[in-house]
């Protein structure tokens, strides 16, 4: 299975950030990924001045042995193409754009069947 590193835009509230960055990741799952989100793994564990610092080396260090990196986010249309173009620019190829707009139904969906994600992964182990 690939591993995919999910970045989510950061709202301020913890909670908010939290719940989002859980959702992209059963998200990920679902689709046959292993999930890793940065704001999960280090968000707050790194308290003193270069915390932030330490924080973004174990990102870059995730970012180049992930097989893909996923960034979430809200935009639609026009917006949704230049912040697809950011990111590519900004990750590469290996990064993909999602518009939680556009994803909603397959969020809901995943938030509901963990039995179904079992089977699905334990048949990914067997390929």
Do not use: N
């Not at 003193?48 to 924080?55: F, K, N, P, R």
């Not at 249309?77 to 990111?87: I, N, P, Q, S, T």
């Amino acid at each position: 299975m690939e591993m995919v590193l999910v970045l989510t835009h950061l709202t301020g509230s913890d909670e908010l950030d939290r719940q989002r960055a859980e959702e992209y990741c059963r998200y990920a799952a679902h689709k046959g990924k292993i999930p890793v989100s940065p704001f999960l793994c280090f968000h707050g564990i790194f308290r003193d001045e270069l915390g932030s610092a330490v924080e973004g080396i174990l990102v870059s260090r995730l970012m180049e042995k992930a097989d893909g990196i996923w960034v979430f986010g809200f935009e639609r249309g026009e917006r949704r193409r230049l912040m697809e173009a950011k990111v590519r620019k900004m990750y590469g190829e290996k990064a993909q754009y999602f518009s939680h707009p556009e994803i909603g139904k397959e969020l809901l969906v995943c938030a509901m069947y963990s039995e179904e994600l079992i089977e699905r992964l334990e048949d990914m182990e067997g390929l």
